[in-house]
């Protein structure tokens, strides 16, 4: 089993900046790649941004894409998202995602419990 556990979320000002932090923990020999996603009440959950393990390749979703960096630390087993220029539609709640395939579906074996974003003046 894997655990992941993301801080960093809370409430910013319309082009304001986050950074999201989620580390992982437990059997992460088989985690091939970490992501990100996002969900509003009511959507289904959304692709944002993933990495894979070595940190050499990485996808965006459009709308994040020049705004968002995600990166890792091989160290600590901790991967962020970097969020600048934050837009109201930015608002979700960001879930942090592993598993053995790198991709841009919702594919992953473990999520996180997920980390409020709340972009308003």
């Known amino acids: 089993q894997v655990q992941l556990v993301e801080s960093g979320g809370g409430l910013v000002q319309p082009g304001g900046s986050l950074r999201l932090s989620c580390a992982a923990s437990?059997?992460?020999?088989?985690?091939?790649?970490m992501g990100w996603f996002r969900q509003t009440p009511g959507k289904e959950r959304e692709f944002v941004s993933a990495i894979r393990s070595s940190g050499l390749w990485t996808y965006y979703a459009d709308s994040v894409k020049g705004r968002f960096t995600i990166s890792r630390d091989i160290a600590k087993n901790t991967i962020y998202l970097q969020m600048n220029s934050l837009k109201p539609e930015d608002t979700a709640v960001y879930y942090c995602a592993a598993g053995p395939r790198f991709t841009r579906s919702s594919d992953y074996d473990y999520w996180g419990q997920g980390t409020q974003v709340t972009v308003s003046s």
């Open positions: 437990g059997s992460i020999f088989n985690i091939n790649a």
